[in-house]
């Protein structure tokens, strides 16, 4: 479990209305990485030229604005060094698709290979036959469950993201004597290791308040989805007093059914930081207060990383002599009093 990882931040690249209206604000999927986002190679010695690295790289198709700001940034990494080939190949409707292809860029040869998998369980199998073949693999954000199926492993938090949002609910109950709150959550894909992680990170963390979530959905991080199952949280909780829901692409439509329901007594807490959610916190002119962060600038520093192992170099900052095994990015909780600061790291 995450929860058992070390929690260490990893600072490579910087510091660290109707329903119809609402839905069209969702994020963009064509939206360009910020400076700050992949500033971490234009410095530093590590950034010299050095050995040629060719990076193979997958991630499913950016029907989300998370996973398209995946794509993006590791695209635009991988341009900002001069000793880096970047190969991309597409990932197909499922693991099977991706599978399929990524056996494709096995057979080139790429020097390290980085890969956000549609589900880390049934893509293990091609970790072990990359690495079988000498080809390192940087698992990017869905676990892998067999350690050697991959040379490095970054991600960010999720236990650690259902902790913050558990963490700043229990602060605002204490704050406005609130000893039995209504809480409603709205997880994203119930299948994948990372919403559950989530889930058991804010209850386990809410139970410690002696409290515990009154209803549970779970959407398929899409605005259409949030909308609808938050719709159904809605109705089956005539009072609420905060939800948390995992996503801030499907916090598009969560925002929209609680705009049509013209429900205004409750606070909500969002999840990874879009540039959106944020916008939406400093205005304070919706229900949501907070979101907690998982940020996709991890697809630049995977980028960076493959590029060190490639040519056999180690952090500048660390003794070791070689990247670590597993980086695990802390969950920070994103507020209007700090939301100019993490503005520029939204996708």
Same mark, same amino acid.
């Given at each position: 479990?995450?929860?058992? /990882? ?36 234009? #410095? ?10 060719? %990076? ?14 995946? #794509? ?6 991988? &341009? ?6 970047? !190969? ?31 589900? &880390? ?6 970790? *072990? ?37 558990? #963490? ?26 990372? #919403? ?9 963390? /809410? ?25 159904? *949280? ?8 905060? %939800? ?8 598009? &439509? ?9 429900? !205004? ?10 540039? !959106? ?10 229900? *949501? ?7 996709? +600038? ?5 980028? +960076? ?6 040519? &056999? ?35």
């Amino acid at each position: 479990m995450t929860s058992d /990882l070390s929690r260490r931040r990893l600072l490579f690249g910087g510091a660290a209305v109707s329903a119809g209206v609402l839905l069209a604000g969702c994020t963009s999927n064509e939206q360009s990485p910020t400076e700050a986002q992949t500033k971490a190679a234009a #410095t530093g010695a590590a950034a010299e030229p050095g050995k040629k690295v060719t %990076i193979g790289f997958s991630a499913p198709a950016a029907d989300h604005g998370w996973i398209a700001a995946i #794509t993006n940034n590791a695209k635009a990494q991988a &341009g900002a060094y001069s000793d880096v080939e970047f !190969k991309s190949v597409e990932a197909g409707a499922d693991a099977a698709a991706q599978r399929a292809a990524l056996s494709t860029l096995i057979s080139q040869k790429p020097d390290v290979i980085v890969l956000l998998p549609h589900d &880390g369980k049934e893509l293990n199998a091609f970790g *072990l036959e990359a690495m079988k073949a000498g080809i390192p693999v940087v698992n990017l954000d869905r676990a892998f469950p067999d350690a050697k199926a991959y040379r490095l492993q970054i991600k960010g938090d999720n236990y650690g993201m259902g902790v913050a949002a558990a #963490t700043y609910m229990i602060e605002q109950f204490k704050a406005k004597g609130i000893s039995a709150p209504v809480i409603g959550e709205i997880a994203g894909m119930d299948e994948l290791e990372l #919403t559950q992680e989530r889930s058991k990170g804010f209850a386990d963390t /809410l139970a410690q308040a002696g409290f515990k979530v009154r209803n549970r959905r779970a959407a398929r991080f899409t605005a259409d989805s949030g909308q609808q199952e938050a719709t159904g *949280l809605l109705q089956a909780l005539p009072k609420i007093d905060a %939800i948390w829901n995992h996503d801030d692409d499907q916090g598009i &439509g969560v925002l929209a059914a609680v705009t049509q329901a013209n429900r !205004k007594e409750f606070f909500m807490v969002g999840g990874a930081g879009s540039k !959106k959610a944020m916008e939406d916190i400093a205005a304070d002119n919706t229900v *949501l207060k907070a979101t907690v962060t998982y940020s996709p +600038s991890m697809a630049s520093s995977a980028i +960076s990383l493959a590029r060190l192992i490639g040519q &056999g170099k180690g952090m500048s900052d660390l003794v070791e002599l070689q990247v670590p095994k597993e980086i695990v990015l802390a969950s920070e909780t994103i507020t209007k009093q700090n939301s100019g600061d993490y503005l520029k790291l939204g996708f």
